[in-house]
């Protein structure tokens, strides 16, 4: 589960240097948890991922996130 995939980054935070679009995706499922964890913290990150149906967050707070 990604909460971003490749069609993200285009305009300001295009990523020059990507080759192709599946070494990003490879890239996004290999960091995204540990960005989010050092962003969010642990237990914020862990309340979120719990609270996702499918990748979808269902509590407004988390939406809102």
Excluded: H, R, W
Excluded at 28 to 49: D, H, P
């Amino acid at each position: 589960m990604s909460f971003i995939d490749t069609t993200y980054f285009t305009g300001d935070v295009f990523i020059q240097n990507a080759s192709n679009e599946s070494q990003l995706s490879d890239a996004i499922t290999l960091y995204e948890e540990e960005i989010l964890i050092k962003l969010l913290g642990y237990s914020l990150y862990k309340l979120l991922i719990d609270d996702c149906d499918n990748g979808i967050p269902q509590t407004q707070k988390y939406k809102d996130l």
